[in-house]
């Protein structure tokens, strides 16, 4: 099921003008870039990429949502500062420009009839575009009172991620505060504590981990994702299957925390919930209590104790339980041509941190897809991938497991050489070959993932290893034939191609760098690696 408000918000932006939609990209870019975001592909702007994209960065929350669309009218007010009150006028063009643009961008001129509605297929300006937006678009989140919606309390919509977990599980009334931990890296820089300080009685849920805390006054409360292995192997019996992360909480003064939500990922329709019990560490071993209440996504237990706590399910009975799943989708940025890496796991934010901490290390990037599977899943069933591409897939199926966040996770590797149609593929079970989940990668999602993880530092290849790059790369004619278009025109090739040297051409294309976007640069990367794969990996420390 999509996100809360998506369908709205595509609407809206599907009956924007090319023009005014182009206008809203390079807003939103603009917007984004500066909260730390990746600019956004100089691609054709597209109504599902852009919706895709900001609900993705906003990860659905309606605050996050409705500051982005101010921030947008802001800029766009600075272009013409009539056109949030008189969105129908006629609006200066924006002057607003790429590298490689002749000139600005002009703005459609002709209004909708209505400012509330903008008929689908029709015109519309981008300013009551917006102005809908922020009136009348649901998410999640509290702010949707503000405007008149339903809040979270009255019509709950999901997860904090922005989307529905189970079409077939109730959404949970949830009236609980969203609340960003401050997050503490260990000396490893690899665990994480995160805490919280919550000013007064309330109901609060963890924006990074899910976790839910009640509190009857003020208190701070630390906690973090501990480790099954280490304290369930010697405790563990067929009879009882792990069911969602272990954290270990503290919490100052102890008495103010009334009860603690545990996240799981069982599906419950139709389940017998007094299976559901809670691990509880202690010194001297292991515990099971019983929850004060089974919702659909979390275990209640209320007065809690400050140790290790984890959500169990009884094993004793056939059909096995179902299981809230999502897919990972993962670009390997140093591998050869495209190479994508592909997990199946249960929805359990410990086991999709473990696999991206993983997966950053490689590096690759997470790509743009769907998370949810269209229907929990079992353990142990196993799937292949299905397309009409030509693409090598290893292993040639890949089983579900209940592997633990501490563990390397399995993974499908997908390699295909030409991806400049696209990739389109589907996840179907082996026996009865109804797909579960689908993706289509497309060629800019490979520019975006290199500019966003090729390095580890803010500084891009290309001008972190200028020096090197000048003095050692020998194949500049190559190199330029690749840009040519996309980067340089015929004029500034042939420039550079006057030059004697191979170090006097790469000094000469250096002079065209510090007006390029990370495009550019992303697009000379690419050029090296194909030409100079060796000396880039050298530098990169592979």
């Given at each position: 099921?999509?996100?809360?408000?998506?369908?709205?918000?595509?609407?809206?932006?599907?009956?924007?003008g090319?023009?005014?939609?182009?206008?809203?990209?390079?807003?939103?870019?603009?917007?984004?870039?500066?909260?730390?975001?990746?600019?956004?592909?100089?691609?054709?702007?597209?109504?599902?990429?852009?919706?895709?994209?900001?609900?993705?960065?906003?990860?659905?929350?309606?605050?996050?949502?409705?500051?982005?669309l101010?921030?947008?009218?802001?800029?766009?007010?600075?272009?013409?500062?009539?056109?949030?009150?008189?969105?129908?006028?006629?609006?200066?063009?924006?002057?607003?420009?790429?590298?490689g643009?002749?000139?600005?961008?002009?703005?459609?001129?002709?209004?909708?009839?209505?400012?509330?509605?903008?008929?689908?297929?029709?015109?519309?300006?981008?300013?009551?575009?917006?102005?809908?937006?922020?009136?009348?678009?649901?998410?999640?989140?509290?702010?949707?009172?503000?405007?008149?919606?339903?809040?979270?309390?009255?019509?709950p919509?999901?997860?904090?991620?922005?989307?529905?977990?189970?079409?077939?599980?109730?959404?949970?009334?949830?009236p609980?505060?969203?609340?960003?931990?401050?997050?503490?890296?260990?000396?490893?820089?690899?665990?994480?504590?995160?805490?919280?300080?919550?000013?007064?009685?309330?109901?609060?849920?963890?924006?990074e981990?899910?976790?839910?805390?009640?509190?009857?006054?003020?208190?701070?409360?630390?906690?973090?994702?501990?480790?099954?292995?280490?304290?369930?192997?010697?405790?563990?019996?067929?009879?009882?299957?792990?069911?969602?992360?272990?954290?270990?909480i503290?919490?100052?003064?102890?008495?103010?925390?009334?009860?603690?939500?545990?996240?799981?990922?069982?599906?419950?329709?139709?389940?017998?919930?007094?299976?559901?019990?809670?691990?509880?560490?202690i010194?001297?071993?292991?515990?099971?209590?019983?929850?004060?209440?089974?919702?659909?996504?979390?275990?209640?237990?209320?007065?809690?104790?400050?140790?290790?706590?984890?959500?169990?399910?009884?094993?004793?009975?056939?059909?096995?339980?179902?299981?809230?799943?999502i897919?990972?989708?993962?670009?390997?940025?140093?591998?050869?041509?495209?190479?994508?890496h592909?997990?199946?796991?249960?929805?359990?934010?410990?086991?999709?941190?473990?696999?991206?901490?993983?997966?950053?290390?490689?590096?690759?990037?997470?790509?743009?897809?769907?998370?949810?599977?269209?229907?929990?899943?079992?353990?142990?069933?196993?799937?292949?991938?299905?397309?009409?591409?030509?693409?090598?897939?290893?292993?040639?199926?890949?089983?579900?497991?209940?592997?633990?966040?501490?563990?390397?996770?399995?993974?499908?590797?997908?390699?295909?050489?030409?991806?400049?149609?696209?990739?389109?593929?589907?996840?179907?079970?082996?026996?009865?070959?109804?797909?579960i989940?689908?993706?289509?990668?497309?060629?800019?999602?490979?520019?975006?993932s290199?500019?966003?993880?090729?390095?580890?530092?803010d500084?891009?290849?290309?001008?972190?290893?200028?020096?090197?790059?000048?003095?050692?790369?020998?194949?500049?004619?190559?190199?330029?034939?690749?840009?040519?278009?996309?980067?340089?025109?015929?004029?500034?090739?042939?420039?550079?191609?006057?030059?004697?040297?191979?170090?006097?051409?790469?000094?000469k294309?250096?002079?065209?760098?510090?007006?390029?976007d990370?495009?550019?640069?992303?697009?000379?990367?690419?050029?090296?690696?194909?030409?100079?794969?060796?000396?880039?990996?050298?530098l990169?420390?592979?």
């Amino acid at each position: 099921m999509e996100a809360p408000g998506r369908r709205d918000l595509l609407r809206k932006l599907k009956a924007l003008g090319q023009e005014e939609l182009e206008g809203f990209k390079d807003k939103l870019s603009e917007v984004l870039l500066e909260r730390g975001a990746e600019p956004i592909p100089k691609t054709p702007a597209d109504p599902a990429a852009l919706t895709d994209l900001l609900l993705r960065h906003c990860r659905g929350d309606s605050k996050a949502v409705l500051k982005v669309l101010e921030d947008v009218e802001a800029r766009l007010q600075k272009v013409s500062p009539t056109a949030s009150s008189h969105p129908q006028q006629e609006r200066k063009p924006s002057t607003c420009t790429k590298a490689g643009d002749s000139g600005p961008r002009r703005a459609s001129l002709q209004g909708p009839k209505s400012h509330d509605e903008i008929p689908p297929g029709e015109g519309g300006t981008l300013a009551s575009a917006i102005a809908f937006m922020k009136r009348h678009l649901s998410f999640t989140g509290s702010k949707a009172e503000a405007t008149g919606k339903q809040s979270r309390k009255e019509d709950p919509t999901g997860d904090n991620w922005g989307t529905d977990k189970c079409k077939l599980c109730p959404r949970e009334e949830d009236p609980s505060e969203e609340i960003n931990p401050e997050i503490i890296r260990g000396p490893d820089e690899n665990q994480e504590t995160y805490r919280v300080h919550l000013p007064g009685a309330g109901s609060f849920r963890c924006s990074e981990t899910e976790l839910g805390l009640e509190v009857r006054a003020a208190v701070t409360v630390q906690y973090r994702y501990g480790f099954w292995d280490q304290h369930l192997s010697v405790w563990s019996t067929p009879k009882w299957m792990i069911a969602g992360p272990l954290f270990s909480i503290q919490a100052e003064p102890v008495g103010a925390l009334a009860a603690i939500h545990l996240p799981h990922f069982l599906c419950l329709r139709g389940a017998d919930t007094s299976r559901i019990q809670i691990a509880h560490f202690i010194e001297e071993g292991m515990t099971l209590e019983k929850p004060k209440q089974v919702r659909p996504f979390h275990a209640v237990l209320e007065n809690p104790s400050f140790s290790l706590y984890g959500v169990v399910w009884g094993n004793r009975s056939k059909p096995p339980i179902l299981i809230h799943s999502i897919v990972l989708l993962y670009w390997a940025l140093k591998m050869a041509k495209t190479t994508l890496h592909l997990y199946i796991i249960p929805n359990d934010h410990s086991r999709f941190k473990a696999v991206d901490d993983y997966e950053k290390q490689c590096p690759s990037r997470l790509v743009s897809t769907s998370l949810q599977t269209h229907k929990p899943l079992t353990f142990d069933s196993r799937y292949i991938v299905s397309s009409q591409a030509n693409i090598e897939v290893t292993p040639k199926e890949l089983e579900f497991c209940n592997i633990q966040a501490e563990c390397l996770q399995s993974y499908m590797e997908i390699y295909t050489k030409d991806i400049q149609g696209g990739l389109e593929f589907s996840l179907v079970e082996k026996i009865n070959k109804e797909p579960i989940w689908e993706a289509h990668v497309r060629p800019e999602d490979a520019t975006l993932s290199v500019s966003s993880a090729q390095t580890q530092t803010d500084e891009h290849f290309v001008n972190q290893h200028q020096e090197q790059l000048i003095r050692r790369v020998i194949a500049v004619d190559g190199i330029l034939d690749s840009l040519c278009g996309p980067v340089l025109d015929l004029e500034q090739i042939q420039s550079i191609r006057a030059e004697r040297s191979s170090v006097d051409k790469m000094r000469k294309l250096y002079e065209l760098v510090p007006q390029w976007d990370n495009d550019c640069k992303d697009r000379l990367y690419q050029a090296l690696r194909e030409k100079h794969r060796p000396l880039v990996e050298e530098l990169e420390g592979i």
